[in-house]
């Protein structure tokens, strides 16, 4: 292979699922409409997965070059088989970096597969810029892969000025740290929704009020990863209205979720099951719905550029940041439906009229872009530490009297 001009910079990005892409999209146009990069996309896990959807395919579609397709999600339902997808993913990433060698390597979010390509880059001596660091999910092992994502990257792209505080007291430079706002609001700015008519067609049913969407997720942290199902699915049995399902992330207990959602669609009336919703008809389904239910983040970070009232159930999202759109519920049914009725109720949705969603504006893509193609990459790879202590409490720090008489 011929080598890429000077002037261009090689950018690699990885995507392993739907979640993802539809994060990534607008930065990916940005950076292959760009004179200065040569963009690569690196595609693994559950987009070449037919039960998921075979995702790999929108890729296609939306025209980004695909640089290597790495096989490495198991079929199985088990925690033993999310880590040996790590193990798989860095196999065949080892090769497939190495051989395309990037000047920077793109990372986003907090799933666990996410763990492998920041490894390979590690050993390669790749950077690495890491998008939406600092947040905080305590009910999920993303919590520990998003951080373990922020130490080793040595560029980061934050969501919230709060979390750019949040990466920077990890010891991060500041000056490395980049508030860009999430960049799947960009979709909010750049992509036409579809109208409600179109939209029904496309679906094939009619957007009926009251219509509820639920996402929901193992909840990793737990050793049962479906523990709190037992509760949402029972107050989704009794909840009024049309309900719309979207399928699980690939994690331990994912199988077994959708098992349980396709018998809630055969006995409950209007309900229905989508494996896939590509990120255009996502975004319309929002500002078209009456409210959302389960523990997916999109609640936390995208409904709320719609004012669309969520319940929120469990821990998975612990700790985020959150707008006032977003109504806490123990897994417990009776709260569960209390939430909902609240949700749904006209004084609930009136009260959100003129809602910010601290997430952002809509533009992340551009500043995400702009960095990655300016920012020095000389000694990139060394990162400075941050002090123990700032100065004036280090020139003051005596021992204590309790140390002295240890």
């Not at 990120?279 to 009456?290: E, I, M, R, V």
């Not at 280090?394 to 240890?406: L, Q």
Request: glycine share 6%.
């Amino acid at each position: 292979m011929s080598k890429t001009p000077a002037t261009r910079r090689r950018i690699g990005v990885i995507t392993t699922s739907r979640a993802d892409y539809s994060h990534l999209y607008w930065p990916l146009r940005e950076m292959a409409a760009h004179p200065g990069v040569d963009l690569a996309v690196f595609v693994l896990g559950a987009h070449l997965s037919p039960d998921f959807g075979n995702t790999v395919q929108q890729i296609e579609r939306d025209g980004f070059p695909i640089q290597a397709r790495i096989e490495c999600l198991l079929s199985s339902d088990t925690d033993t088989a999310m880590a040996k997808t790590i193990g798989l993913a860095i196999l065949g990433l080892a090769d497939a970096l190495a051989a395309w060698r990037p000047d920077l390597l793109l990372l986003i979010a907090d799933r666990y597969e996410m763990l492998a390509p920041a490894s390979v880059a590690t050993a390669l001596r790749i950077p690495i810029a890491h998008i939406e660091g600092g947040e905080v999910s305590q009910g999920a092992i993303d919590d520990q892969v998003r951080n373990a994502l922020t130490k080793l990257a040595h560029i980061h792209f934050t969501s919230t000025p709060t979390a750019r505080r949040r990466v920077i007291a990890m010891g991060e430079e500041p000056a490395r740290v980049h508030h860009a706002g999430a960049p799947s609001l960009d979709h909010l700015r750049r992509s036409k929704l579809l109208p409600r008519p179109a939209l029904e067609a496309q679906l094939g049913l009619s957007l009926t009020p009251p219509t509820l969407l639920a996402a929901w997720h193992p909840v990793t942290i737990l050793k049962d990863t479906n523990a709190e199902a037992d509760a949402l699915f029972a107050a989704l049995a009794q909840s009024p209205g049309q309900l719309l399902f979207v399928y699980p992330n690939a994690d331990a207990g994912s199988r077994a979720l959708i098992v349980r959602t396709r018998a809630l669609v055969e006995t409950r009336p209007h309900t229905h099951i989508f494996v896939n919703l590509d990120p255009h008809t996502y975004w319309s389904l929002l500002a078209n719905f009456d409210a959302m239910v389960g523990n997916s983040s999109s609640g936390i970070m995208e409904a709320a550029s719609f004012a669309l009232p969520v319940v929120n159930v469990g821990i998975r999202q612990q700790g985020r940041e959150r707008a006032r759109n977003i109504i806490d519920a123990p897994a417990e049914t009776s709260a569960i439906l209390a939430a909902i009725r609240h949700a749904l109720s006209p004084e609930f949705r009136n009260s959100l009229r003129g809602m910010v969603n601290p997430y952002g504006d809509g533009t992340a893509s551009q500043t995400i872009v702009r960095v990655l193609t300016s920012v020095s990459l000389d000694g990139i790879l060394i990162k400075q530490s941050a002090p123990l202590f700032p100065a004036s409490e280090r020139d003051s720090e005596r021992p204590s009297e309790s140390t002295h008489e240890r």
